[in-house]
């Protein structure tokens, strides 16, 4: 099979709650997500999407990602989908890094090797484990007040798994966790996540405040090292996110036993095959993960899906329906929400169809 056409759309995604705010004042309103379609000689399409939270979260920004497909896409034309190591291998002797560039590219290859092998794409990422799977609520950063009136709401909804963002003003901060903390009931999990935004000192501050609290605290500072000298100042369950792109970063992690858990964001890394790699990675050494992306509609929720779905219950703390936060559908067959829970498609590849309205024309086309 070759690769004949990548088409590239671009879509806003507004959000239900009108903003999402997160540390050091960052807030989005309306995300620029990227679609793409890969088509084959053989007629079958494949989807993917990648969508920055932002472009001052990660280093990634959305017309990024179409730049960078149109410089890649060329070199990609002739060369066999289905062979994803290969493709892979192909995409980084092109371009040098820009990981996120690649993430839906790599996507829609999946979704292509799945539909021509007549199976779900987390059956080809591992298999299948239960039913179906545990997901998070974010709590954009509001007042402290604010934050706790919105947990019952959440809960209501099924989730039980609550992210409070959190890294700004340390004394609020600490004011952010007692509250939404007061609000939890037995099986409750809250995550406090600074998203990078607390200096050491603050951090340190932070984490002795709550020191009675059960509460995990997720990438305080900005640098790897940073949050490794919180780490060993605290004894709450730590989590790394943004400092965790690559095997690395996972390996040296284990090392300095830094985290209790890692964030996957699958275009972080670039697609689902090597987030898969860093999955399978951290199954080995024993680090429980969440399975996500930076953001997303459709197309992402159900490449996330897959992907969570074909982790180890055991080793998945969370994951995310990003689809339910915006209020802009892409695609039919999307995995939704179940009381708190979600489960991949059955259906062969990604399992979704594109709504054909929802992406427009496409801005770019390389063939
Ligand atoms: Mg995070």
Redesign the pocket.
């Known amino acids: 099979m070759k690769i004949t056409r990548i088409e590239v759309f671009q879509v806003d995604l507004p959000l239900h709650e009108g903003s999402y705010k997160w540390s050091g004042g960052k807030s989005i309103t309306v995300f620029d997500s990227t679609v793409v379609c890969v088509h084959t000689d053989s007629g079958v399409k494949g989807y993917g999407e990648v969508c920055p939270l932002g472009p001052f979260y990660l280093p990634a920004y959305a017309g990024g990602c179409r730049a960078g497909i149109a410089e890649l896409g060329p070199h990609l034309i002739g060369e066999d989908p289905l062979q994803l190591e290969r493709l892979n291998r192909r995409m980084d002797a092109a371009l040098k890094g820009h990981p996120y560039v690649k993430s839906a590219i790599d996507i829609a290859c999946w979704d292509i090797l799945g539909q021509t092998a007549g199976l779900p794409v987390c059956v080809l990422l591992g298999g299948r484990y239960a039913d179906d799977f545990v997901l998070y609520r974010a709590i954009s950063q509001e007042s402290p007040e604010a934050m706790a009136g919105r947990v019952a709401g959440y809960r209501a909804e099924g989730y039980r798994r609550f992210?409070l963002k959190v890294g700004g003003d340390p004394d609020v901060d600490i004011e952010r966790i007692r509250a939404v903390a007061e609000k939890l009931q037995p099986g409750d999990k809250l995550v406090a996540?600074a998203?990078t935004g607390w200096l050491m000192h603050e951090a340190v501050r932070v984490v002795r405040a709550v020191h009675d609290i059960d509460v995990y605290i997720?990438?305080p500072c900005l640098s790897y090292s940073e949050c490794l000298a919180v780490r060993n100042r605290t004894t709450h369950p730590f989590?790394l996110?943004?400092s965790v792109d690559g095997m690395e970063a996972l390996l040296l992690a284990k090392s300095d036993l830094a985290a209790d858990i890692v964030?996957i964001k699958i275009s972080k890394l670039g697609g689902l095959t090597k987030a898969r790699q860093a999955r399978d990675l951290c199954v080995s050494m024993g680090i429980a993960m969440t399975i996500e992306d930076s953001w997303g509609g459709d197309i992402t929720t159900a490449a996330i899906s897959h992907l969570a779905h074909s982790t180890p219950t055991e080793f998945l703390f969370s994951s995310t329906d990003f689809n339910s936060y915006v209020t802009v559908s892409t695609a039919e067959g999307a995995p939704h929400r179940v009381d708190g829970r979600m489960a991949a498609s059955t259906d062969p590849g990604l399992g979704i169809r594109p709504i054909a309205g929802a992406l427009g024309k496409p801005v770019l086309a390389v063939s």
């Open positions: 992210q996540d998203n997720e990438q989590i996110d943004e964030n």
